[in-house]
């Protein structure tokens, strides 16, 4: 059974950065994809952005360019680096890892984008 745990969530001025990080209790190097979600109040949970095993990225439009996923096997860690953070950005950010046929979830943490 593998934990996730989300980290980096904070408050942070519109333009502003912030780096989100997602540690897992044992290796990820067998992870077939990784992934950050977010979700606002009262919205439906949004795929961010995703990482497979070779290093292939995907993103949601409205963080192209913006957002970069990375993930570290040796340190077990995936993150996602946001740049240029604006009030839409504001949500509850989850990570997700897919091994086979089991998934698991981090408990998430919250990014407010605020002035």
């Known amino acids: 059974q593998v934990q996730l745990v989300e980290s980096g969530g904070d408050l942070v001025q519109p333009g502003g950065s912030l780096r989100l990080s997602c540690a897992a209790s044992s290796s990820i190097a067998g992870s077939d994809t990784m992934r950050w979600y977010r979700q606002a109040p009262g919205k439906q949970r949004e795929l961010v952005a995703s990482?497979?095993?070779?290093?292939?990225?995907n993103y949601v439009d409205s963080v192209e360019g913006r957002f970069t996923i990375s993930r570290d096997n040796a340190k077990n860690t995936f993150y996602l680096q946001m740049n240029s953070l604006k009030p839409e950005d504001t949500a509850g950010y989850y990570c997700?890892?897919?091994?086979?046929?089991?998934?698991?979830w981090g408990q998430g943490t919250q990014v407010t984008v605020s002035s």
């Open positions: 997700y890892a897919r091994a086979g046929i089991a998934t698991y």
């Open positions: 990482i497979t095993r070779s290093g292939r990225t």
